[in-house]
Nanobody
Framework: QVQLVESGGGLVQAGGSLRLSCAASGRTLGSDVMGWFRQAPGREREFVSNIRWSAGSTYYADSVKGRFAISRDIAKNTVYLQMNSLKPEDTGSYYC????????????????WGQGTQVTVSS
């Protein structure tokens, strides 16, 4: 089974950048979709981006399109989220997750989750 560990969160000023990493232990299947979600206090968990492990095709929420970039390193079994031009509304706990169902922006489609890493963007 796969375990996911996020890292790279922190406190940054608006307009700054962060690069999140999600290291997967165990076998990652070519059919997997790896996603990033975020959750702010009092809010539902929100889809951010995902990537197909084998093909590398990506999808982004409208709120982050053009600012964030998801990628993966197959050899390192790691997925990344490069976040640029950060805004205070990007603040939240960021989670990576694995789905063995094609695509999907709903959290219920993902069966394995990391513990989360906190991102705080100050104004």
């Amino acid at each position: 089974q796969v375990q996911l560990v996020e890292s790279g969160g922190g406190l940054v000023q608006a307009g700054g950048s962060l690069r999140l990493s999600c290291a997967a232990s165990g076998r990652t299947l070519g059919s997997d979709v790896m996603g990033w979600f975020r959750q702010a206090p009092g809010r539902e968990r929100e889809f951010v981006s995902n990537i197909r492990w084998s093909a590398g095709s990506t999808y982004y929420a409208d709120s982050v399109k053009g600012r964030f970039a998801i990628s993966r390193d197959i050899a390192k079994n790691t997925v990344y989220l490069q976040m640029n031009s950060l805004k205070p509304e990007d603040t939240g706990s960021y989670y990576c997750a694995r789905s063995r169902i094609r695509g999907g922006t709903s959290a219920q489609l993902y069966d394995t989750w990391g513990q989360g890493t906190q991102v705080t963007v100050s104004s």
